[in-house]
């Protein structure tokens, strides 16, 4: 099979831990003889200071172009301490999403058997937990109105949804649900917010169409807290955008490590695949990032971009196998040796072949 792939790299560790992605995905497509065709691109920061924009149209192209996006992060501490700055690296990840039409983030939280220790929470509380968070991507206070009054001493933020973008996404979360543990949660501020109301509203009456799915509302600060209580309690979630962002930096860290955790962004367009970790500036360069988080967007990519489920499960298995023995950066190695980024992908990239 041929699999044109857009590969945008972007800001801080972005470049190192897609290097380890790409070494291990064509290590992959050699074993099973598909051909993948890389094109690259700029993002973030990086195009900032190359062109002046953080998603140029030529990006764009490529990215609508390719069968799949493999994405690196994005974000750059020059920009963080500057609030006034009026092009900021995160309005190319912004618009990328809202003009490739990715309206869903699928966001998975699960345990890896040798690792169980490394959780900041109790072996107890997280063995079992294997959950999905489906975060709405495109729409609500991300992409509302906002500005500021009063000579700039008010600033508002507005979070708008339609019924439809809710119908959208909780299909994909029943759908998910049902090919899954049945049961689904949908996340909401119900009790203060009407768009929440919007939200549950729509889910209700879509209830009846998957009579099979369990469904039950929560208010988004009761979840905050059963993540971290009970995490193996949950199946699918789905969210807004703002709640779904929050939540998913809460329930990555419960593997172990917060580079460990993929995710894919689905919708109209190309889908795209990234770890769901930011551009950790204090170590770009260093060749100390776990790359995992990346390597395991690329076994989705794999499977829900091309149907290669196989090929996934391989990547997953030898991820597994580099716990196991303790092949591993050095914010998982503890006592031991610390592996190098770029040893990590070697080491995985030879077990596969
Ligand atoms: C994420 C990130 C982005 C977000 C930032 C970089 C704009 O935190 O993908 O979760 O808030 O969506
Ligand atoms: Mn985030």
Redesign the pocket.
């Known amino acids: 099979m041929k699999l044109n792939i857009a590969l945008l790299a972007g800001d801080g560790i972005g470049p190192e831990v897609i290097d380890q992605a790409v070494k291990v995905s064509n290590a992959v497509a050699q074993k099973f003889n598909h051909e993948i065709v890389w094109t690259s691109a700029l993002t973030g920061a990086a195009a900032i200071d190359a062109v002046g924009e953080p998603y140029p149209d030529a990006t764009h192209d490529i990215c609508m172009a390719a069968d799949a996006v493999l994405f690196g992060a994005?974000?750059h501490p020059r920009y963080d301490n500057d609030p006034k700055a009026t092009v900021r690296?995160?309005q190319g990840?912004?618009k990328m999403?809202k003009k490739l039409g990715l309206f869903a983030?699928v966001r998975p939280t699960f345990t890896f058997p040798s690792l169980i220790d490394n959780s900041p929470l109790k072996r107890e509380r997280i063995e079992g937990t294997d959950l999905i968070i489906l975060?709405e991507?495109t729409g609500g206070i991300?992409f509302g109105e906002r500005g500021r009054k009063d000579d700039g001493n008010t600033a508002f933020d507005t979070c708008t949804y339609t019924r439809v973008e809710v119908q959208r996404l909780a299909k994909l979360g029943f759908e998910m649900a049902m090919a899954r543990g049945k049961r689904l949660c949908c996340v909401d501020k119900a009790n203060v917010l009407e768009t929440s109301r919007l939200w549950r509203e729509t889910v209700q009456d879509m209830e009846k169409d998957f009579p099979e799915v369990t469904v039950s509302y929560e208010f988004v600060d009761a979840v905050a807290m059963r993540l971290v209580q009970w995490p193996n309690s949950y199946d699918v979630l789905i969210t807004e955008?703002?709640f779904g962002?929050i939540l998913?930096?809460e329930a990555s860290v419960i593997s172990g490590s917060m580079g460990l955790m993929p995710?894919a962004s689905i919708g109209v367009h190309t889908s795209l695949f990234?770890p769901?970790h930011?551009s950790y500036p204090q170590a770009a360069g260093k060749d100390i990032a776990n790359p995992l988080a990346t390597v395991l967007s690329a076994a989705m990519m794999f499977e829900d971009a091309f149907g290669l489920k196989e090929e996934a499960e391989l990547i997953r298995a030898v991820v597994n196998k580099s716990l196991a023995e303790g092949i591993v950066t050095e914010d998982l190695s503890g006592k031991n040796k610390a592996y190098k980024t770029s040893e990590v992908g070697d080491w995985l990239a030879k077990n596969i072949k």
Request: charged share 30%; glycine share 10%; proline share 5%.
């Open positions: 994005i974000g690296p995160e990840l912004l999403r983030n975060r991507l991300y955008n703002l962002d998913t930096d995710s990234e769901i930011g």
